[in-house]
């Protein structure tokens, strides 16, 4: 079974500039995740999709920060503007329904805002 | 709202025994997991308590305690693989039921 594919792996762009990051969950899980994890830190939920619905995007800032799931599979998360605080790994993770508790995740990607 | 602590560092020798603690506060609650997740990369999952007790997996045991908002996971017959972070997670009730809230983590460092 394919896991959690995310690209790109490592991203580094300057302040204000824009990002976009990409993830592809595993076949048949309805339920998406996307989390910030700072250095040092656990993962921080941004936003969870249920199929292509948004459940929770509470912490997720939207002055800057969107995210979609058009189709219910593959999910973007795209910072516009960036600032020096973003810099941080992007996690994707998804899971069953029924399995909250046991989430698959990608192997992230690092960005940093110079 | 939910609050999770954990040691932030433990180191333990290799074939030896290690148990990393995690203390909870939630307003609802319906479990605790376990992730594991090396230097770069990604947590994968270990463990899940809902109810009281322990749970056993291998070398790695989980435990809850509902009442007293507490958790350990021991790892026996430590290997200098197991060095990583360990992240407790906890799934809380309504709402939050759908979402995991991770501590900061627990960094194992095992030596020989």
């Known amino acids: 079974e394919a896991g959690v594919a995310q690209s790109p792996r490592y991203k580094i762009i300057e302040k204000r500039q824009s990002v976009a990051f990409w993830c592809n969950p595993i076949?048949?899980?309805?339920?998406l995740y996307w989390y910030q994890q700072i250095l040092g830190q656990g993962p921080k939920l941004l936003i969870q999709?249920?199929?292509?619905?948004?459940?929770?995007d509470s912490q997720l800032p939207k002055d800057r920060f969107s995210a979609e799931r058009l189709k219910g599979v593959d999910s973007t998360l795209k910072i516009q503007p960036a600032k020096l605080e973003d810099s941080a790994v992007y996690l994707c993770a998804s899971t069953l329904e029924d399995r909250v508790y046991e989430q698959y995740f990608g192997p992230g990607t690092r960005l940093t805002v110079t | 709202g939910q609050s999770l602590e954990q040691p932030s560092e433990v180191t333990a020798v290799e074939g030896a025994i290690v148990q990393i603690n995690c203390t909870y506060q939630?307003?609802?609650?319906?479990?605790l997991s376990w992730y594991q997740q090396h230097d770069g990369g990604a947590p994968t999952f270990l463990s899940y308590n809902a109810l009281d007790g322990l749970e056993e997996t291998g070398r790695f045991s989980s435990f809850l305690s509902r009442s007293k908002g507490y958790s350990y996971l021991l790892l026996k017959e430590l290997q200098m693989k197991d060095s990583a972070s360990y992240f407790c997670a906890v799934r809380g009730s309504g709402a939050g039921s759908y979402q995991l809230t991770f501590g900061k983590g627990t960094k194992l460092s095992v030596i020989p």
């Open positions: 939630t307003s609802g609650f319906y479990g």
């Open positions: 999709f249920q199929n292509n619905g948004v459940v929770d």
């Open positions: 076949s048949g899980h309805a339920t």
